[in-house]
C-alpha cells in the first residue's frame, strides 16, 4: 500500500525555519519525482517545489524560490523542504505528493501537515 507520511509542521515566526519531511513506503521511491504542495485558506492548491528521481532536476515556485529547498534521499525514502525565511503568506497545510511532474500532480498524496507562520 502507497503511503505518505509528512512531518515537521508547526507554527513558526516570521523570518523563522522549518523543515518538512515525507516519508514514502509501498513503490519503488527511487523511479518517482517528488514534489511538495501547498494549500492555503480559500485557495487553490500549488506546487511548492519538485525533485526528479535522482535530484538531477529541481523546480520551485517563484514565490519560494531562493527560500525553499527540496531534497531527497533515496536509500531512506525520504524527500524533505527545508523552508527559511518564512513568511505570513507561506501559512498552509503543506503535501507531500508522488509521481508527477512540474504540470500535473501525481497520484498518491499524504494527509498534510499544517505551517502557520505567525507572531
Known amino acids: 500500500q502507497v503511503q505518505l507520511v509528512e512531518s515537521g509542521g508547526g507554527l513558526v515566526q516570521p523570518g523563522g525555519s522549518l523543515r518538512l519531511s515525507c516519508a514514502a513506503s509501498?513503490?519503488?521511491?527511487?523511479?518517482?519525482?517528488m514534489s511538495w504542495y501547498r494549500q492555503a485558506p480559500g485557495k487553490e492548491r500549488e506546487l511548492v517545489a519538485i525533485?526528479?528521481?535522482?535530484?538531477?532536476?529541481?523546480n520551485y515556485a517563484a514565490s519560494v524560490k531562493g527560500r525553499f529547498t527540496i531534497s531527497r534521499d533515496n536509500a531512506k525514502n525520504m524527500v524533505y523542504l527545508q523552508m527559511n525565511s518564512l513568511k505570513p503568506e507561506d501559512t498552509a497545510v503543506y503535501y507531500c505528493?508522488?509521481?508527477?511532474?512540474?504540470?500535473?500532480?501525481?497520484?498518491?498524496w499524504g494527509q498534510g501537515t499544517q505551517v502557520t507562520v505567525s507572531s
Open positions: 505528493n508522488a509521481g508527477g511532474n512540474f504540470d500535473t500532480a501525481g497520484a498518491y
Open positions: 525533485i526528479h528521481s535522482y535530484s538531477v532536476i529541481t
Open positions: 509501498g513503490f519503488t521511491f527511487r523511479n518517482y519525482a
